[in-house]
């Protein structure tokens, strides 16, 4: 737990603040999990959620520093 902790620790300093409340329900979703406070939920349900909205924000991230990347560079996608 100590590890998950820290990686999401990691992310929150490193990645987008938009990601951090992502970020966070993920890793919160994660620790539920491990420490079988879900009750008789499976475990893929519980956590696909709060995975999907992390991902859709990741993503929505990545594009939005490639975009910013290329304009400050002045390339073009593609090039």
Known sequence: MT???VAERHL????DPD???SVHAYA?????AV???IGDTEVNEHLEEHKAAFMTAARASLSSTSS????STGAE???
């Not at 929150?12 to 990645?15: E, F, G, P």
């Not at 919160?28 to 539920?32: G, I």
């Open 28 to 32: 919160r979703a994660l620790n539920q």
């Open 12 to 15: 929150v300093l490193l990645c």
């Open 35 to 37: 420490w079988r406070e």
């Open 77 to 79: 996608a593609g090039d």
């Open 19 to 21: 990601l951090h409340s």
């Open 68 to 71: 910013s990347t290329l304009s």
């Open 3 to 5: 590890t998950l902790w």
